[in-house]
């Protein structure tokens, strides 16, 4: 079946350095999705890449969207403590709408003041 | 507050038992998830209800079942519970009657632990 793949699984960055991660699939996917966790809380949709190629912009985020519309990357700009969690990538699995997506493992972001 | 709520927060039961988490979805959501996450474990996806069917089965055991009911509110059944079984469950939710996708919208989780 179709597997998201994410790296790193872990990441330790200084404040205010820049951090990357990404999310690649077996198969070409319909969209991917982006989720954050922080510690003990829940995963919180924060956007959604449907074009081949696509960049989307949140602040200091910068999402990407592969042109083969296999692999995706999350971009922070000057890490903040308030960026530290758990960074999710989602690929749909299945056809048709509303259908259940496949998670990434993840990458915890740990951001040193 | 996600619109998603999740009873109960936390749950401490004994190996064997059986145990029953519920979610209320969001307004207007049709689709309910429910999720398993273990100890810095990635989301493993359990099974996903849309209006009242069952929709997709993930890596659901036996012991375990689930329903949506009319009220579009679902339950997670865990029986015969193990040690392995403890950890986070979440329920998300999706699919609004409007028809546009904005993401899963979880709720803030049942914590299992058997002993």
């Known amino acids: 079946g179709q597997q998201v793949m994410q790296i790193p699984q872990y990441q330790h960055v200084q404040e205010g350095e820049d951090f990357t991660t990404y999310c690649n699939s077996s198969?070409?996917?319909?969209?991917i999705q982006w989720y954050k966790q922080r510690p003990g809380g829940h995963p919180v949709f924060l956007i959604q890449?449907?074009?081949?190629?696509e960049v989307k912009k949140q602040k200091r985020l910068t999402f990407q969207f592969g042109e083969a519309k296999k692999n995706s990357s999350l971009h922070i700009t000057a890490t903040q403590t308030t960026d530290v969690g758990t960074y999710f990538c989602?690929?749909?699995?299945?056809?048709?709408?509303?259908?259940?997506?496949?998670f990434g493992i993840g990458t915890k972001l740990q951001v040193i003041p | 507050d996600s619109g998603v709520t999740q009873t109960p927060k936390h749950l401490i039961t004994a190996t064997g038992q059986r145990v029953t988490l519920r979610c209320s979805p969001r307004?207007?959501?049709?689709?309910v998830y429910w999720y398993q996450q273990s100890l810095d474990q990635g989301l493993q996806f359990l099974i996903q209800?849309?209006?009242?069917?069952?929709?997709a089965k993930g890596n659901i055991l036996e012991r375990f079942s689930a329903q949506q009911f009319p009220d579009l509110h679902s339950e997670l059944n865990l029986s015969s519970l193990e040690l392995g079984d403890s950890a986070l469950y979440f329920c998300?939710?999706?699919?609004?009657?409007?028809?546009?996708?904005?993401?899963?919208?979880f709720g803030s989780g049942t914590r299992l632990t058997v002993v």
């Open positions: 989602a690929g749909p699995a299945g056809s048709g709408g509303y259908q259940k997506v496949t």
């Open positions: 307004s207007g959501d049709l689709s």
């Open positions: 198969t070409t996917l319909s969209n």
């Open positions: 998300a939710s999706s699919a609004p009657r409007t028809g546009y996708f904005y993401g899963y919208t």
């Open positions: 890449l449907v074009k081949s190629g």
């Open positions: 209800y849309y209006n009242g069917e069952e929709r």
